[in-house]
């Protein structure tokens, strides 16, 4: 099973990222043996940290056509700082291993299963290009 692991930054560390604060150097090391744990358990499939919205753009669908805003996104409370992606064989599991990492006070982590292409509809799966078994 993958698991997509996101870091969600809370409003006051929002702030210091978007002002280009990326954090405590020691917290990195720190990181950096956890990553390293992850890759050598089989675990960790990719990961990365982001830039701040301000370097990004939020792409919005109406009335048939994209509707292209580029950051800073000044009303986000909560913002997505980075990722992992986890294969592990339960959700349990992938709940133990992100519980394992080296956060600061107020960060919160969401775990969502990702889709494999077997869990959608076999017309879903046909209209993708795929041949359903």
Do not use: C
């Amino acid at each position: 099973m993958r698991f997509m692991v996101m870091v969600m930054l809370p409003e006051k560390s929002a702030a210091q990222y978007e002002a280009g604060y990326v954090g405590d150097p020691a917290l990195y090391a720190q990181m950096a043996k956890y990553n390293d744990e992850l890759v050598r358990n089989g675990v960790m499939i990719a990961g990365d940290g982001l830039h701040p919205t301000s370097k990004g753009a939020r792409i919005r669908f109406s009335g048939g056509r994209p509707q292209i805003t580029d950051g800073p996104f000044a009303e986000t409370k909560e913002l997505f700082g980075g990722y992992w992606i986890f294969q592990t064989k339960t959700r349990e599991e992938a709940i133990e291993w992100a519980s394992k990492a080296p956060m600061e006070e107020g960060d919160v982590l969401v775990l969502r299963q990702i889709m494999e292409m077997e869990e959608f509809t076999e017309e879903i799966q046909r209209a993708a290009g795929h041949n359903p078994q």
